[in-house]
C-alpha cells in the first residue's frame, strides 16, 4: 500500500496545521499504514503455503477415495444379503400360504 507522505503533509499544512503538528501527524499515519501493510503480508499465502495445501488435500483425496470404496463393498454386502432375506420371506410366506 502506497501512502503519498509530501501530499498528506501539505494538505494538513494548507488546512491550517502547523508545519510541527503535520510532521507528526504524517509520522503517525506512516506508523498506521505501516502496521496495516504488515499485518497484510502475515496473511498472505506463500507458494510453499500453496504447495503444502496442495499435498494435503490430495492426501485427503486418496483417503476419501480409499473409503468410498470400503463403504461401496459395505452397501452391497448389506443389499445382497437384504434381498436373499427378502427372497426366502416372500418363500416362506407363500409356501405357508398353499
Do not use: P
Not at 60 to 65: F, T
Amino acid at each position: 500500500m502506497t501512502f503519498d507522505t509530501l501530499d498528506y503533509f501539505e494538505k494538513l499544512k494548507n488546512a491550517g496545521f502547523t508545519e510541527e503538528q503535520a510532521k507528526v501527524q504524517v509520522e503517525a499515519m506512516q506508523g498506521v499504514v505501516r502496521s496495516y501493510d504488515e499485518a497484510r503480508r502475515k496473511e498472505l499465502a506463500a507458494k510453499g503455503d500453496i504447495q503444502d495445501l496442495r499435498l494435503e488435500m490430495k492426501s485427503m483425496e486418496m483417503r476419501l477415495s480409499e473409503k468410498i470404496e470400503a463403504n461401496k463393498h459395505e452397501i452391497l454386502k448389506w443389499m445382497v444379503g437384504t434381498m436373499v432375506a427378502q427372497t426366502a420371506l416372500i418363500v416362506a410366506v407363500i409356501a405357508f400360504l398353499w
